[in-house]
């Protein structure tokens, strides 16, 4: 657990750190100096945010052991975050148990009893990448940016799904035990 969670907090704490090291040494001199450093500081956190859209994380077997965000999602987010025909789309694919929903896919297995076959490390790497298990998978990868064909201009550079996303979807994945 350790190497992880250390990834993480001084990943955060580079982050943290970037604004006031840009400004320390910098002697305001006029109204529109002032003007160009307020942009620049209320700029900044998006840039820093752009630089780092995807959060560390260590593979291990066929596994993500710990939580992208260092912190367990929320199952009840995660299930309307899988239901959701704009956001996660996975009943395209999968049917899973969800009465409510009328049509659901048939190109994939039944998530009913994931959170029995699967740890909980093994569902976060299929939902981040399956690809990385199995190559020709038709399952999107929901958290990587890299090695994508054809993504619209405002999707680029950003994971189909945020880590508090994935984190929320596993925490429901889990439940689904047979
Ligand atoms: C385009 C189709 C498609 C979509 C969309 C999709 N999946 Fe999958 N998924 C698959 C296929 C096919 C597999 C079978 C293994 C493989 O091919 O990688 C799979 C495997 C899985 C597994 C392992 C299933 C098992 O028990 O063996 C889980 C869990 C899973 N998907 C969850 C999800 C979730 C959650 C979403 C939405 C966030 C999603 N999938 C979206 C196609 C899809």
């Not at 009840?76 to 694919?93: H, P, S, Y």
């Not at 199995?134 to 880590?163: C, E, H, Q, W």
Request: aromatic fraction near 4%; charged fraction near 20%.
């Amino acid at each position: 657990m350790e190497p992880h969670a250390v990834r993480v907090r001084s990943g955060a704490r580079a982050s943290a750190r970037v604004a006031p090291t840009g400004m320390t040494g910098v002697r305001v001199k006029s109204p529109s100096h002032v003007a160009l450093m307020l942009l620049i500081a209320v700029a900044m956190p998006a840039m820093a945010a752009a630089q780092d859209t995807l959060k560390p994380f260590t593979v291990v077997g066929d596994a993500i052991p710990f939580p992208l965000t260092g912190a367990k999602g929320d199952a009840a987010r995660g299930r309307t975050i899988v239901t959701n025909r704009q956001v996660g789309l996975c009943l395209l694919c999968h049917s899973g148990p969800f009465p409510e929903e009328p049509l659901q896919g048939t190109l994939a297995p039944d998530l009913q009893g994931a959170g029995s076959r699967w740890s909980e490390g093994q569902l976060r790497l299929r939902i981040v990448d399956a690809a990385r298990l199995n190559p020709s998978t038709i399952m999107p990868p929901y958290y990587r940016i890299d090695g994508l064909n054809r993504v619209g201009p405002s999707f680029r550079g950003k994971p189909v799904l945020s880590a508090e996303q994935i984190e929320d979807v596993i925490a429901f994945l889990v439940t689904l035990r047979d």
